[in-house]
């Protein structure tokens, strides 16, 4: 089976950089993703993680360690429209690789 | 171009009650989940499709059945309404075509009230 951890909520003021982490054990990996929730809306795409490394998107980098099961996602510049649930998602190897796994979430709170 | 949209967007049921609710996408994906969303649970899979004419069970699929008859619609089934099944459902579809990239895009989600 597989197994994410992330903290349930965070907050940060505003200007200010934030990092959510986000641990997991999987019998198969093939790739981590993670996606922003705004209250009352769908989760929109943010990253995405196969290799080892830093992947950088304009304020937003996400960070993958393969032998640790270790991710984060790294919010730089805060904005009030920050204020979201930041979900990490695993998907595995093999057979039934278009499969997600996600974390329960974390509630980031942006305060100025 | 739409991307993906859900019908109802919200509806109350009575125990016992049945309802389908309708996912469509237009971006020609062959990929198409179910999710549920509850306080504290995350996201959990219900039942997805691979390709038309094609379904398969994922994490909670008990009281819920599929069906993927064209493309671009994806059918779940509530036979027997439940108050544990009072949820926020998500569709969701994906495509291989970035080589190693699969991004899942959701639609606006039902709220399903189940009394």
């Known amino acids: 089976g597989q197994n994410i951890d992330q903290p349930t909520e965070m907050t940060a003021t505003e200007g200010a950089i934030v990092q959510i982490n986000c641990t997991y054990q999987?019998?198969?990996?093939?790739?981590l993703f993670w996606y922003q929730q705004h209250a009352g809306e769908a989760p929109t795409f943010l990253s995405y993680?196969?290799?080892?490394g830093l992947e950088e998107k304009g304020r937003f980098s996400s960070f993958l360690s393969r032998s640790k099961g270790y991710s984060y996602l790294l919010l730089k510049e805060l904005q009030m429209k920050d204020s979201a649930s930041y979900l990490c998602?695993?998907?595995?190897?093999?057979?039934?690789?278009?499969?997600?796994?996600f974390g329960k979430g974390t509630k980031l709170s942006v305060i100025p | 171009n739409a991307g993906v949209t859900q019908t109802p967007k919200f509806r109350v049921l009575k125990t016992g009650q049945s309802m389908t609710l309708l996912c469509a996408q237009d971006?020609?994906?062959?990929?198409m989940y179910w999710y549920r969303q509850d306080p504290g649970m995350g996201l959990r899979l219900i039942h997805y499709?691979?390709?038309?004419?094609?379904?398969a069970k994922g994490e909670v699929p008990d009281g819920y059945n599929v069906s993927r008859l064209k493309k671009q619609n994806f059918l779940l089934g509530l036979e027997s309404a439940a108050p544990s099944q009072t949820s926020v459902y998500f569709c969701?579809?994906?495509?291989?075509?970035?080589?190693?990239?699969?991004?899942?895009?959701f639609g606006p989600g039902t709220r399903l009230l189940v009394l």
């Open positions: 969701a579809s994906s495509t291989l075509a970035a080589v190693n990239q699969e991004t899942q895009y």
């Open positions: 971006m020609n994906h062959e990929y």
């Open positions: 499709s691979v390709g038309e004419g094609t379904t």
């Open positions: 999987t019998s198969g990996f093939n790739g």
């Open positions: 993680n196969v290799l080892d």
């Open positions: 998602a695993v998907r595995k190897g093999g057979a039934g690789s278009y499969q997600l796994t």
